[in-house]
């Protein structure tokens, strides 16, 4: 194990609500993303990591410990459960290795601090309240570079989290018009409003778009935030290059949920099951390390793991659900593991088993006491399971469950064993079930109208 003095700076910049395929080391025709794509050329990037829970808390609180929300226990976002105290956070460990640890985040403080537990093991938490339509990203690496030079010279660990591009997308000057090509989207903005237009005319009011009819401005908006962030990270690791100790530092970039487009009849928010919210970027850069793409698949419960390996964490008194990187990284092994199971539970509720080629996603419709859990829109979910075959259906588009019953059962059958086993290890009932939906339809709609 490395002495404390000669441990990496470890810098883990998490950019909230980022699609991978809208930047264009992922392929995005558009130009949102130089700084990331520069570093992308100098990192291992994952083309197959996905999140085991979304949206925000469930996501973070899996990439801090290594554990499925199955496993921890958070499953929504702003919930009443709270995180146990025997479980230990990413920081707390890289304490114990001497690393000064110190976030840029606003986890903690979020929903009257019903994240509390995100502030654990720093030394110092800079917290924020999200505020959309300003040029927050710009502070925030004000405030991480001012961390970087107080605390030079000590092994640091500094956690970034950026907001932009979440809703209410609305991308400062020249941003905001950077990637607009008007009327160029695939569809009309009535035909999204039209699916519930209480919902999306409420929605859409709330982001303050200049060009509220035009579908293709809203996208604008969505990657204008991401150029915004861009820019940032550019900053950031420029001057990291520039104090001279970018040799000695584990940058990780990753995003914690993606966004709909349109998948599953979703648009602009994160929920569903889907690829287009499961899949997260994931970058990392390693000194020394040969640079390039892996697509096996990877969950963010490998990523405390993997640090593990990389820095020598203490051992934990409990398993961890997720496993290191590593063996892809030397060779040793083409997959760690068979599978992805993602949750969700926020606004509504969900599981999700991804393999490379195949997807099945499960609604969970009703709770522990046999109260209906309702849709997205606050209406009678069906229960009835979807599956895909991924390499021939990329987007999720033709539901084979009628036509391939027996492929059906054996991804539910694997899905119903696992939830069985963390029943069994865990010793509470299914989470989802016992803690039901944290902001369904009705309490969502309040928030957004208040803001209006």
Request: aromatic fraction near 10%; charged fraction near 20%; charge should be negative.
């Given at each position: 194990?490395?002495?404390p003095t000669?441990?990496?700076?470890?810098?883990?910049v998490?950019?909230?609500?980022?699609?991978?395929d809208?930047?264009g080391?992922?392929?995005?025709?558009?130009?949102t993303s130089?700084?990331?794509?520069?570093?992308?050329?100098?990192?291992i990037v994952?083309?197959?990591?996905?999140?085991a829970g979304?949206?925000?808390?469930p996501?973070?609180?899996?990439?801090?410990?290594g554990?499925?929300?199955?496993?921890h226990?958070i499953?929504?976002?702003l919930?009443?459960?709270?995180?146990?105290?025997?479980?230990?956070?990413?920081?707390?460990?890289?304490k114990?290795?001497?690393?000064?640890?110190?976030a840029?985040d606003?986890?903690?403080?979020?929903?009257?601090?019903?994240?509390?537990?995100?502030?654990?093991?720093?030394?110092?938490?800079?917290g924020?309240v999200?505020?959309p339509?300003?040029?927050?990203s710009k502070?925030l690496t004000?405030r991480?570079?001012?961390?970087i030079?107080?605390y030079?010279?000590?092994?640091?660990?500094?956690?970034?989290?950026?907001?932009?591009p979440h809703t209410?997308?609305?991308p400062q000057p020249?941003?905001?018009?950077?990637?607009?090509?008007p009327n160029?989207?695939?569809?009309?903005?009535a035909?999204v409003?039209?699916?519930?237009p209480?919902?999306y005319?409420?929605?859409?009011?709330?982001?303050?778009?200049r060009y509220?009819?035009?579908?293709?401005?809203?996208?604008?908006?969505?990657?204008?935030?991401?150029s915004?962030?861009d820019a940032?990270?550019?900053?950031?690791?420029?001057?990291?290059?520039?104090?001279?100790n970018?040799?000695?530092?584990?940058f990780?970039?990753?995003?914690?949920?993606g966004?709909?487009f349109?998948?599953?009849?979703?648009y602009?928010?994160?929920?569903?099951?889907y690829?287009?919210?499961?899949?997260?970027a994931l970058?990392?850069r390693?000194?020394g390390?040969?640079?390039?793409?892996i697509?096996?698949?990877?969950?963010?419960e490998?990523?405390?793991?993997?640090l593990?390996?990389?820095?020598?964490?203490?051992a934990?008194?409990?398993?961890?659900t997720?496993?290191?990187?590593?063996?892809?990284?030397?060779?040793?092994?083409e997959?760690?593991?068979?599978h992805v199971?993602?949750?969700?539970?926020?606004?509504?509720?969900?599981?999700?088993?991804?393999?490379?080629?195949?997807?099945?996603?499960?609604?969970?419709?009703d709770?522990?006491?046999?109260?209906p859990?309702?849709?997205?829109y606050?209406r009678?979910r069906s229960?009835?399971?979807?599956l895909?075959?991924?390499?021939?259906d990329?987007?999720?588009?033709?539901?084979?469950?009628?036509?391939?019953?027996d492929k059906?059962?054996?991804?539910?059958?694997?899905?119903?064993?696992?939830?069985?086993e963390?029943?069994?290890?865990?010793?509470?009932?299914?989470p989802?079930?016992?803690?039901?939906?944290t902001?369904?339809y009705?309490?969502?709609?309040?928030?957004v109208l208040?803001r209006?």
């Amino acid at each position: 194990m490395p002495e404390p003095t000669n441990q990496p700076d470890i810098v883990v910049v998490a950019i909230d609500t980022l699609r991978p395929d809208h930047l264009g080391c992922y392929g995005y025709p558009k130009a949102t993303s130089p700084e990331i794509d520069a570093l992308a050329t100098e990192s291992i990037v994952f083309d197959r990591a996905f999140a085991a829970g979304i949206p925000t808390m469930p996501s973070f609180t899996t990439l801090f410990t290594g554990l499925h929300p199955y496993r921890h226990g958070i499953v929504a976002h702003l919930s009443k459960r709270r995180l146990a105290e025997r479980i230990l956070f990413l920081p707390q460990l890289l304490k114990q290795r001497g690393y000064i640890t110190a976030a840029c985040d606003n986890l903690a403080v979020q929903g009257n601090g019903r994240g509390s537990w995100f502030a654990r093991g720093y030394d110092y938490y800079s917290g924020f309240v999200y505020k959309p339509f300003a040029d927050q990203s710009k502070q925030l690496t004000d405030r991480a570079l001012s961390l970087i030079q107080e605390y030079s010279g000590n092994p640091l660990f500094l956690f970034m989290h950026y907001w932009e591009p979440h809703t209410p997308y609305g991308p400062q000057p020249p941003y905001d018009m950077l990637h607009y090509e008007p009327n160029s989207g695939p569809i009309d903005i009535a035909e999204v409003r039209s699916i519930y237009p209480e919902y999306y005319d409420a929605l859409l009011d709330d982001m303050k778009l200049r060009y509220p009819d035009d579908y293709a401005y809203v996208v604008a908006q969505y990657d204008g935030e991401i150029s915004q962030v861009d820019a940032q990270v550019g900053r950031l690791t420029r001057v990291l290059k520039a104090r001279g100790n970018w040799d000695n530092t584990i940058f990780l970039l990753l995003s914690d949920h993606g966004e709909c487009f349109g998948e599953g009849g979703f648009y602009f928010d994160h929920h569903g099951l889907y690829d287009a919210v499961t899949h997260i970027a994931l970058m990392l850069r390693l000194p020394g390390q040969q640079t390039r793409r892996i697509g096996a698949l990877v969950s963010t419960e490998d990523i405390l793991p993997t640090l593990s390996d990389l820095v020598g964490l203490p051992a934990l008194p409990y398993p961890l659900t997720g496993t290191s990187i590593m063996p892809l990284l030397n060779d040793t092994s083409e997959a760690i593991r068979p599978h992805v199971i993602s949750a969700e539970s926020t606004r509504q509720a969900s599981l999700a088993l991804r393999m490379l080629d195949w997807k099945v996603i499960l609604p969970i419709v009703d709770d522990t006491q046999g109260q209906p859990l309702p849709d997205f829109y606050g209406r009678q979910r069906s229960a009835d399971p979807l599956l895909f075959h991924l390499r021939s259906d990329p987007g999720e588009q033709r539901n084979l469950s009628d036509n391939l019953p027996d492929k059906l059962a054996e991804m539910l059958t694997i899905l119903a064993d696992w939830r069985t086993e963390m029943a069994r290890i865990t010793g509470e009932p299914d989470p989802i079930q016992s803690q039901g939906l944290t902001l369904p339809y009705s309490q969502f709609m309040e928030r957004v109208l208040a803001r209006r």
